[in-house]
């Protein structure tokens, strides 16, 4: 469960994780408060059954390792840092999960450092399952948790070479940036609509940032679809300047 900072603090996140702490498929929380509160995350190791992980890096590893402020790491990146990252995981003995991002072509490539990165022991965080095609001629099987380690050439496994040619674009001047309204609203009937402003983390910086109410329980989110009336363009209108709160 990644909370990227907007616990915000142990005196207020301690006790939400605490009652999270009763769901036995909880394993790992990421990042619950910014990385570089030593004191708080020291705290939130001691007041929780749950593993932290925290991003390698910040703070410095020997520092993190020294102070106890997390159970392991998360690491990514090209090939040389991710064997520095995880030869310093294996010296220290912290368990780590490899995030490297992308198509099956990346998944391929994060099970060869799984192989030989002895402190890869937490789950690997790749994404390719939610792209429409794997770029591979054959997906990665998993079974049990597990996938074997490929012994082929190279990645050890075969592009698909139609559907890379298939999918190929001139890649674009800037990141696509469509119109989104997100709608979050409480049992009570207040409502808040956040809508992308350009950056890729439009709905996590103002939590980062305390701007949005704190964590309550009964809250929904969702995409509120673009329906063309004068309604929606009012809230998106809004919503771009900063978060917006309505009341019953």
């Keep these: 469960m990644d909370f990227?900072?907007?616990?915000?603090?142990?005196?207020?996140?301690?006790?939400?994780?605490?009652?999270l702490d009763q769901y036995p498929q909880l394993d790992i929380y990421e990042t619950p408060i910014p990385q570089g509160d030593i004191e708080g995350n020291r705290k939130i190791c001691e007041a929780t059954r749950v593993n932290i992980a925290m991003h390698y890096g910040n703070p410095a590893p020997k520092v993190a390792v020294r102070e106890g402020v997390c159970d392991g790491f998360v690491i990514g990146g090209g090939a040389s840092r991710v064997l520095h990252q995880g030869g310093f995981s294996s010296e220290a003995k912290m368990p780590f999960w490899l995030q490297l991002v992308g198509t099956g072509i990346t998944a391929a490539y994060s099970l060869h450092f799984g192989a030989v990165l002895e402190q890869a022991r937490w789950p690997a965080v790749n994404c390719h399952q939610l792209y429409t095609h794997s770029m591979?001629?054959?997906?990665?099987?998993?079974?049990?948790?597990?996938?074997?380690?490929?012994?082929?050439?190279?990645?050890?496994?075969?592009?698909?070479?139609?559907?890379?040619?298939?999918?190929?674009?001139?890649?674009?001047?800037?990141?696509?940036?469509?119109?989104?309204?997100?709608?979050?609203?409480?049992?009570?009937?207040?409502?808040?609509?956040?809508?992308?402003?350009?950056?890729?983390?439009?709905?996590?910086?103002?939590?980062?940032?305390?701007?949005?109410?704190?964590?309550?329980?009964?809250?929904?989110?969702?995409?509120?679809?673009?329906?063309?009336?004068?309604?929606?363009?009012?809230?998106?209108?809004?919503?771009?300047?900063?978060?917006?709160?309505?009341?019953?």
């Design 4 to 19: 990227n900072d907007t616990l915000l603090d142990s005196q207020r996140g301690i006790p939400i994780l605490k009652e």
């Design 136 to 248: 591979l001629s054959r997906d990665i099987e998993v079974k049990d948790g597990f996938a074997a380690i490929p012994s082929g050439p190279g990645l050890g496994y075969e592009l698909d070479e139609d559907a890379v040619e298939k999918f190929r674009v001139e890649k674009p001047a800037r990141r696509p940036d469509p119109p989104r309204l997100i709608e979050t609203s409480w049992p009570d009937g207040r409502k808040m609509y956040i809508a992308n402003n350009g950056q890729v983390n439009f709905m996590l910086r103002p939590g980062q940032k305390g701007k949005l109410p704190y964590y309550e329980p009964g809250v929904d989110t969702h995409l509120l679809e673009d329906n063309g009336t004068e309604e929606w363009k009012r809230l998106y209108k809004e919503a771009r300047k900063a978060p917006y709160l309505t009341k019953p």
